[in-house]
């Protein structure tokens, strides 16, 4: 259900929910949660988010909203509330992380590495441009076909190979 057009954002979020799961991202100290953001996989004992996950919606009628845009947004969110959670917690804040970050059309995925800084949620939180920009890395699985990669997703096992693969060497920068 997940890889058919206009099946609902939960039949996504449930896949990736469940493909976190079996892949080991979620377990003992890790949970995934479907409601701060489409996805997210958080740290309890923390209380940090670990990753973030946005379903691409551009493909359901009359809503065009960039997913990359969202994604990025999502990840300085994120990263506030982090460095929130540890003051509370009494630890030193973090002046910069890596946040890292999906984008799924159905069950096709897009792997991202957000470099957030202190500066920079600085100057999103006051609506300024801040001086240097920011380089967002991103990574599309190489799948055999890549014309279709939407449309077929992970449904040929092809595709299929090439995607968890993807999945698995993301852990790293998750620090799984």
Known sequence: ???????GESAVDDFAA?????LG???RNRVVHTRKTDVCIIDRDQNDILLLVQEDKRYEEGDGADPEAQLIAEAIAAFDTNNKQRVRAD???????IMPGITMMGTAPTFYKIPVTNDLQQHVAQGTYPPNPTCVMFCQPPVPRPARR???????????CQILSCYEAFKTIIGI
């Open 1 to 7: 259900m997940a890889n058919a057009p206009r099946s």
């Open 18 to 22: 469940g493909l976190f799961r079996a």
């Open 25 to 27: 991202y979620a377990r």
């Open 150 to 160: 939407y449309s077929e997703g992970m449904k040929p096992l092809d595709n299929r």
């Open 91 to 97: 630890l030193d804040s973090l002046d910069e992380k």
